[in-house]
């Protein structure tokens, strides 16, 4: 007859128990060996007290370069110079002169460097201006009686004043006839056409001789 096992005389239902058991107690050891320090048993050693010396190692002047020397300077050399010798010359100075009170010295006078006047200069400002013959009048005059107001400045309403530049040459002619200002309005052309076509004027003059002068003057333009 097979004999069986009663329930609580089985082992083999806490085998699983006593294997983990084992393993616990397996890797408890092992940690235990390799954390397990041995030291040697002996006398201990007085070490005594270390000097520190941090304090002073970290205390360092600060070290400063010096300037370098001056260069040596060179004394000047002196030479010794003789003194001057004197020389004596008899000068005779003889005043020995046969001087009258009557005697007149004439004052020397030196006249002004004559004034060179180029030919081809023109003057804005001489001594005798140029003047047109008959004076002022006749030119005014004359502008009366040639003077033609433009079409277009009338029908425009233009009035005003056209100043006239011109130069009068040494023998009274005109030429270099521009406008100084003008007005428009066909005003300016037939002041530059007048006085182009104007007698010949009295030249001016400068010190005594003919020269060319610029001569600037004002026509009037009115309406009546």
């Given at each position: 007859m097979e004999a069986k096992k009663t329930p609580k005389a089985d082992l083999t239902k806490k085998s699983g128990m006593f294997l983990n058991l084992g393993l616990l107690v397996s890797v408890g050891l092992v940690l235990f060996a390799f954390e397990y320090k041995s030291y040697d048993v002996g006398p201990l050693k007085d070490l005594g007290q270390v000097a520190d010396d941090f304090e002073e190692l970290l205390d360092i002047p600060i070290t400063e370069q010096p300037p370098p020397p001056p260069p040596p300077i060179e004394q000047p050399i002196i030479q010794e110079v003789p003194d001057e010798v004197e020389i004596e010359e008899k000068i005779e100075v003889d005043f020995d002169l046969d001087v009258k009170e009557e005697t007149v010295i004439r004052e020397v006078v030196i006249a002004d460097a004559p004034v060179v006047e180029k030919a081809d200069e023109i003057f804005d400002v001489v001594e005798n201006s140029?003047?047109?013959?008959?004076?002022?009048?006749?030119?005014?005059?004359?502008?009366?009686?040639?003077?033609?107001?433009?079409?277009?400045?009338?029908?425009?309403?233009?009035?005003?004043?056209?100043?006239?530049?011109?130069?009068?040459?040494?023998?009274?002619?005109?030429?270099?006839?521009?406008?100084?200002?003008?007005?428009?309005?066909?005003?300016?052309?037939?002041?530059?056409?007048?006085?182009?076509?104007?007698?010949?004027?009295?030249?001016?003059?400068?010190?005594?001789?003919?020269?060319?002068?610029?001569?600037?003057?004002?026509?009037?333009?009115?309406?009546?």
């Amino acid at each position: 007859m097979e004999a069986k096992k009663t329930p609580k005389a089985d082992l083999t239902k806490k085998s699983g128990m006593f294997l983990n058991l084992g393993l616990l107690v397996s890797v408890g050891l092992v940690l235990f060996a390799f954390e397990y320090k041995s030291y040697d048993v002996g006398p201990l050693k007085d070490l005594g007290q270390v000097a520190d010396d941090f304090e002073e190692l970290l205390d360092i002047p600060i070290t400063e370069q010096p300037p370098p020397p001056p260069p040596p300077i060179e004394q000047p050399i002196i030479q010794e110079v003789p003194d001057e010798v004197e020389i004596e010359e008899k000068i005779e100075v003889d005043f020995d002169l046969d001087v009258k009170e009557e005697t007149v010295i004439r004052e020397v006078v030196i006249a002004d460097a004559p004034v060179v006047e180029k030919a081809d200069e023109i003057f804005d400002v001489v001594e005798n201006s140029p003047e047109f013959p008959g004076g002022m009048e006749a030119w005014n005059e004359y502008l009366r009686k040639n003077l033609k107001y433009p079409t277009q400045a009338r029908r425009m309403g233009i009035e005003g004043t056209v100043y006239v530049v011109f130069v009068v040459n040494t023998d009274g002619s005109i030429q270099d006839v521009e406008i100084l200002r003008g007005i428009g309005g066909g005003c300016d052309e037939e002041a530059l056409r007048v006085v182009s076509n104007a007698p010949k004027w009295t030249p001016g003059k400068q010190r005594g001789r003919p020269v060319r002068v610029r001569m600037r003057l004002p026509i009037r333009f009115k309406l009546g």
